[in-house]
Structure formats: C-alpha cells, structure tokens
C-alpha cells in the first residue's frame, strides 16, 4: 500500500496540524483507507463522536480516492447516512472508493466501520476534476 499525498496543515490529514486527526491515508489499488480514533475532543454528546467529524472524514478518504490516481479534484456534493452512534474509544477504519467517473465529475462512496465490523456511516460523493488554475493551488498546497 502507498500513503497518499497530503498537506501538512490539513486538519485532517496535516502532520503539522496539533489541533486536527494527523490522520495518515495509504491506498490499495482501488481503496483509500485511514483509521482514527474517536478521541473525546471531538465529542458531539456526551460520550458520542461528532457527526461533523465522521462527515469530515468520509469526504477526506473518497477525494484521497481520487487523489491517489494523480487528479486533482474538488468536492462537489456529499451525502452522509449515519447509522448509528460512535461511541467515543471506539477505532474506526474510513474506506473510500470511485465508483464512476465521465469527463470531470467522479463519484464515490465510503464507509466508517469500527474494530468489530460495526458499520456507522456511509456516504456517497460528487467531485470536479480542477480546472489547470486551480490544479496549480491544489499540487502547492502538498507536500
């Protein structure tokens, strides 16, 4: 497996970020995959991982997807199904995949699943190849 690239400042994924996940994404030839843990500074309710963290991640892991292949995209439009509380402690392995892609636009989905084989939550993902301008912001902003 390879690590995807990333950049140092990422809340998700930035090595350099004290305040974000420093999450490290590694791909398998159609997967990106990370695991975090659902540590209780993220805390939506008492003892519950932050939804919006959950979401955050589902959308870093399917754009890290993309990322993999050499394209630099944007998201689009994501949609989230929780299916049930993360309690906080609990190790989660986000998984994404393309499932489609035709011109710019590329389609995804990901899972957040617990040690156990629990899944929580599963999303689905529209993203925009860059255009060059952006494209050069984007490979500025890796390391």
Known sequence: MKEI???????????QNEHGLQAIFTFDGERALCTVEAREMFEGY?????????STVLDEVMIKAILAREIYAVTAEMTVKFLQPV????TLTF????????????????EARGAGGTI?????????????ELKAKLL???D
């Open 140 to 142: 500025d902003s890796l």
């Open 46 to 54: 008492r003892n519950i991982y932050h939804g919006g963290i959950i």
């Open 120 to 132: 929580y939550a599963t999303a689905t993902g529209k993203y925009v190849r860059a255009k060059e």
């Open 87 to 90: 309690p906080i402690g609990e």
């Open 5 to 15: 690239p990333r950049y140092s400042g990422c809340f998700v994924c930035g090595d």
């Open 95 to 110: 998984t994404g995949r393309v499932t489609n892609s035709k011109g710019r636009l590329y389609l995804t989905e990901g």
